[in-house]
């Protein structure tokens, strides 16, 4: 996916955690704390497509190259590399017959975006059959908020796909502003998560969105909501 790559880069000053010992957090963990914040974005937007496309076969970011033309009977796998194989797009429609790269919404993401969604294309569409070839995915946007507590912290993660095959996420806060609507802060104006915010909520907002998807049951010592893309206006 070239996630890794793209995180080094975009959140490298949440690089070297203090402390494991903070809420949300295991104590037994040691990954930098912007990790949890670019997965958390790949698996909820990946998670979203399926919900807007229910009946279609898609493939997230775990599923490599060979899989995907085989299970999605484009082709023959045998045709791509031993590398290519390997290789794992984040979001593969077989129905639509669509890619997505999902990266960080500054130049840098967009360009890798750009390269890697060509990249995965050329390789597919080398390989399978010429009336099954696949493009850049388009007009896929979204947003979703978690309300760690009412009236308190309010995060947001929005995505837009403002070239094909390009999808670009951003995290944001808004203030805390207690007795109000979660919509009330969401039309606040947004500011960019702190390093205290993400040291402090970066893993418990990985394991919540998580939760939320599989309609399972919130992590130990969440206190708060989350509103999905169908939640907000």
């Known amino acids: 996916m070239g996630v890794l790559v793209v995180l080094g880069i975009t959140l490298s000053a949440y690089a070297q ?10 104590s037994e963990s040691a990954e930098p704390w912007g990790a949890f914040l670019g997965r958390a974005a790949h698996d909820a937007i990946g998670r979203q497509y399926r919900i807007q496309h229910p009946t279609n076969l898609i493939f997230l970011g775990t599923i490599d ?22 290789l794992r797009p984040d979001i593969t429609d077989t129905d639509a017959l669509v890619l997505f790269e ?14 890697q969604a060509g990249r995965y294309l050329a390789a597919l569409n080398a390989a399978i059959e010429p009336n099954k070839h696949l493009s850049g995915g388009t007009h896929f946007d979204g947003s979703l ?14 995505w837009r796909t403002p070239e094909p095959g390009v999808t670009l996420y951003r995290w944001s806060s808004r203030r805390p502003k207690p007795n109000t609507s979660w919509q009330e802060r969401a039309a606040q104006k947004e500011e960019q998560l ?19 998807y599989e309609g399972s049951e919130w992590p130990s010592g ?3 909501q989350v509103y999905l893309p169908v939640d907000c206006p």
């Open 145 to 158: 908020f978690i309300e760690f507590e009412g009236g308190g912290a309010l995060w947001q993660l929005a």
């Open 222 to 224: 969440f206190r708060g």
């Open 17 to 26: 955690p203090p402390s494991s010992r903070l809420p949300g957090r295991k």
């Open 194 to 212: 702190s390093q205290e915010e993400v040291e402090k909520r970066g893993e418990l907002a990985e394991r919540v969105l998580r939760a939320a």
């Open 65 to 86: 190259l060979s899989t995907i033309i085989r299970e999605g009977k484009l082709g023959d796998p045998n045709r791509l590399s031993a590398l290519v194989k390997r």
């Open 102 to 115: 999902v990266k960080p919404d500054n130049e840098v993401g967009r360009r890798m975006g750009r390269e």
